[in-house]
């Protein structure tokens, strides 16, 4: 069974920076994409980024480009999301997402096991 387990998130002023990470477990993810997506309240689940775990080609969403930087760590079956440049726009539950058939998906029902979520707050 793979769980997704996310940390990192918290509160920080406009501008400002946080890495969260995702560790993985259960499976081999060679095979697999994985992703970021965000929910901010009475809104639905939107893609941030994904990467391909074995040949680790990155996608971003429009919105987060040249600020996110989506990575992944072998080793340590870890997925991580280094957020700079913070909006309070970027404010809401951070979601990781894994994808067994390994295509590059922006749509959440495209993923196949999700983690619990930690919550990212930006202040202006």
């Known amino acids: 069974q793979v769980q997704l387990v996310e940390s990192g998130g918290g509160l920080v002023q406009a501008g400002g920076s946080l890495r969260l990470s995702c560790a993985a477990s259960?499976?081999?993810?060679?095979?697999?994409?994985m992703g970021w997506f965000r929910q901010a309240p009475g809104k639905e689940r939107n893609f941030v980024a994904a990467?391909?775990?074995?040949?680790?080609?990155?996608y971003y969403a429009d919105s987060v480009k040249g600020r996110f930087t989506i990575s992944r760590d072998k080793a340590k079956n870890t997925l991580y999301l280094q957020m700079n440049s913070l909006k309070p726009e970027d404010t809401a539950v951070y979601y990781c997402?894994?994808?067994?058939?390994?295509?590059?998906?922006?749509?959440?029902?495209?993923?196949?096991?999700w983690g619990q979520g930690t919550q990212v707050t930006v202040s202006s």
């Open positions: 990467i391909t775990w074995s040949g680790g080609n990155t």
């Open positions: 259960g499976r081999t993810f060679s095979s697999y994409t």
């Open positions: 997402a894994a994808n067994a058939g390994g295509r590059v998906g922006v749509r959440a029902v495209s993923y196949d096991y």
